[in-house]
């Protein structure tokens, strides 16, 4: 590491911790310039506390999808607030990211050490994008569809420009049919999933775990209610199969006409060809945090 990038990297580290010259220039040299690792070995040693702009709740931010001969990839990238999100250089280093994204197939490791068009890595460009902006940053999460024998499609919902909102969805098709022919489904039905948020894409698919668990709160719902034992089992086995089908894609109402279900429609555009979909990616910001 050359001098002018030690202390580029003791200067970021510096307006992080808090920490003075000389203790984030020896943890700058201990890992070999890798500033999370430095923050640690700072806060293990008792020199930084937590940092509050790093500890700091990240929940608003931007999804973006990029898309080049029919391979996907979608990013989550958070910040503090909703007024950093639309600041012109994070949408623009979303944009760029989710690129890298594309060509590193989604996995986040290999985003973060990718290098930008400034000729420097993704997380050292994070670092020096938290420093002058004063909000924690983070790329939360990344995906990637390939092309391989499936049709893909996107949908972004409350977009803020083009491929770049707050919610996104990727979505794959196996079909015989020509992509003209089932362009409008596939739109659809990404527009769909962002709308309808279901868990899986049939019955056979669903987490079991999350079965499980809503089994168990429907059946002590029940049980507290005074019902019958014999009556409680029937009735919790309805409930669970409405679960069911408003959380799986295939079985759930589709948007565009409730009175039909998401696998009526996709049979009835098939007709005696094959259309499956084989899988759909979410990513609304900040869900879960």
Known sequence: MSSADLLEKVKQLR???G?????CKNAIDETKGDIEKSIELLRKKGIAKANKRMTRTAAEGLVCISEKDNGFSM???????????????????????????????????????AEMKNQKKVK??????????????????????????????????TSIKQNVGK??????????KKKNEILDLGKKLAMHVAASNPLSIDKDD?????????????????????KDTKIVEKIAL???????????????????????????????????????????IRFKVGEGI
Request: glycine share 4%; charged share 35%.
């Open 75 to 113: 990013i989550e990238l958070n910040s503090e607030t909703d007024f950093v999100a639309k600041n012109n250089e994070f949408i623009t280093f979303a944009e760029e990211i989710s690129k890298l994204a594309l060509i590193k197939l989604g996995n986040i490791d290999d985003i973060m050490d």
């Open 19 to 23: 920490v003075g010259f000389k203790d």
């Open 206 to 226: 669903l987490d079991k775990k999350i079965l499980e668990k809503e089994k168990e709160i429907i059946t002590e719902e029940l049980k507290n209610s005074g």
């Open 238 to 280: 309805g409930k669970l199969s409405k679960f069911i089908n408003d959380n799986t894609l295939l079985n759930q109402e589709w948007i565009m006409e409730p009175k039909k279900k998401v696998k009526d429609v996709v049979k009835e555009i098939a007709g005696k060809d094959k259309i499956k979909i084989k899988k759909f």
């Open 15 to 17: 307006e992080i911790t």
């Open 124 to 157: 050292d460009n994070l670092i020096d994008l938290i420093s002058k902006i004063g909000e924690k940053i983070t790329l939360r999460r990344s995906a990637f569809i390939d092309k391989k024998e499936v049709i893909n499609f996107s949908y972004i919902h």
């Open 167 to 176: 919610l996104g969805v990727i979505l794959s098709i196996e079909t015989s």
